[in-house]
């Protein structure tokens, strides 16, 4: 039992459990698979850029074949993949040491919920749980998922601290914003819970930082936004945020024939993705990168405007899908499915004790970062950045409440 409340009363001890248990066992997992798999390959839009970077020193080339500059990717795993191709060369040895970095980054995710939980009002036995819990869940790390959602813990806990009382520094505001806008570069999917924490901070300035501390994180992210929004803007000839794909990623949700999911709609045979698709790879080439994604989009939107129920009928679907699991994988649906009922549970338990910052920084993440993928294309894994957030009332379901 000491050594529980030892756990219990040090996040940093928690952190280290949790995330030697998600290392150790996902590194013996990796010990066990094929070599195939992870030998660095160009098969993943990443790791085709990664390759571009590290052969020719051009992000460019993310598809079956070569079509130039690029922003379908945000630029940090393809740089950190040619980092480690440019060390050790396209070996075996960098493939597994790119393996480690996203399995490290996974257990970084989990390890930090106890220390989240803390900050957000949650009992501590709710954090190890939930991190434990899902430390010890096999599944093989993305790129973009464990990355994001440290994102997300840190933005909360930032932002909680701002609103604790006293006025933060100008030029803390300023860097948190630039930090906020540093990790859009890893995901720009994140930029909905940033504006969220941000109007609520807004709303509440008289008692909090002020509109100029606010303004000044906004401005923060702004600036850091700037070198890569030129870059795209000198390379593909267009403004855009970060990312040129929104119109593809819209058109592979909505079109005729289209699935509940992407899966469905490969199986299918609808499924028209320049990765994959070669004759979809020669039109970005024809086009360019970005005419081709304006005119994705176009034929998307064309499409809903002329099919209004079939895309709420999908957009439904994909909402459905996002908290109850994929509608093709039953074994899935029951696992999220119990999840997100859990995690349900522990919010009613647990949020009557938070104060409303408290409840407000949990809800802003749970409500504004699916948004986007309930109208695009759906994969399970979309979910992924936002899972130590239901873990963690999924856990706080089973244990008391903290006493605050």
């Known amino acids: ?49 990664a390759m571009s970077l590290y052969e020719r020193g051009a992000f460019s080339d993310p598809y079956g074949l070569p079509t130039g500059p690029t922003a379908h990717v945000p630029p940090f795993h393809p740089a950190l993949l040619a980092g480690i191709y440019r060390l050790l060369g396209p070996t075996l040895a960098a493939g597994y040491v790119a393996w480690l970095v996203l399995i490290a980054c996974h257990g970084a995710m989990w390890g930090m919920l106890p220390w989240l939980a803390a ?14 819990s ?54 720009p ?11 609520w901070e807004a709303l509440g300035a008289a ?16 600036l850091a936004c700037v070198p890569w929004t030129i870059r795209n803007e000198r390379e593909l000839g267009g403004l855009f945020f970060l990312r040129s794909n929104f119109g593809l990623e819209l058109q592979m949700g909505n079109h005729e024939g289209a699935g509940a999911n992407l899966d469905l709609s ?12 070669e004759g979809e790879a020669r039109k970005v080439a024809a086009l360019g990168e970005l005419a081709y994604m304006r005119a994705a989009g176009l034929e998307a939107r064309t499409w809903i405007a002329a099919h209004p129920g079939e895309f709420l009928r999908l957009t439904a ?13 039953l074994r899935a649906m029951l696992g999220i499915s119990f999840l997100t009922l859990l995690s349900a549970v522990g919010a009613w338990r647990a949020f009557p004790a ?23 294309g759906f994969e399970v894994r979309y979910r992924q950045p936002i899972d130590g957030l239901v873990f963690l009332l999924a856990a706080s379901a089973l244990l008391p409440p903290r006493r605050n």
Not at 207 to 222: D, H, I, K, Y
Not at 266 to 277: D, M, V, Y
Not at 317 to 329: A, E, I, N, S, T
Not at 357 to 372: E, F, S, T
């Open 1 to 49: 039992m000491r050594g529980l409340s030892a756990l219990l009363s040090s996040p940093g001890r928690a952190f280290a459990l949790v995330f030697l248990l998600n290392v150790g066992l996902h590194g013996f997992l990796l010990a066990k698979l094929d070599v195939r798999h992870v030998m660095p390959h160009t098969r993943y839009e990443v790791t085709a850029v």
């Open 119 to 132: 900050r957000l009002g949650l009992s501590p036995g709710a954090g190890l749980l939930a991190g434990v």
């Open 134 to 187: 899902g430390a010890l869940l096999p599944r093989w790390p993305g790129y973009v998922e464990a990355p994001s959602a440290i994102a997300i813990g840190l933005m909360l806990g930032a932002f909680l601290a701002r609103w604790k009382g006293g006025k933060p520094s100008r030029a803390g505001s300023l860097l948190l914003g630039g930090a906020i806008g540093a990790a859009l570069h890893v995901s």
């Open 189 to 199: 999917s994140l930029l909905p819970v940033a504006l969220g924490l941000g109007a």
């Open 207 to 222: 008692r909090r930082p002020g509109f100029l501390r606010s303004g000044l994180v906004v401005a923060g992210l702004a």
């Open 266 to 277: 490969a199986r299918a045979g609808t499924e028209r993705h320049p990765r994959t698709n």
């Open 317 to 329: 679907l994909r909402v459905l899908q996002f908290w109850l699991g994929p509608v093709d994988d």
């Open 354 to 376: 938070l104060s409303t910052d408290r409840r407000a920084a949990l809800l802003v993440p749970l409500l504004l970062y699916p948004l986007v993928y309930y109208v695009v």
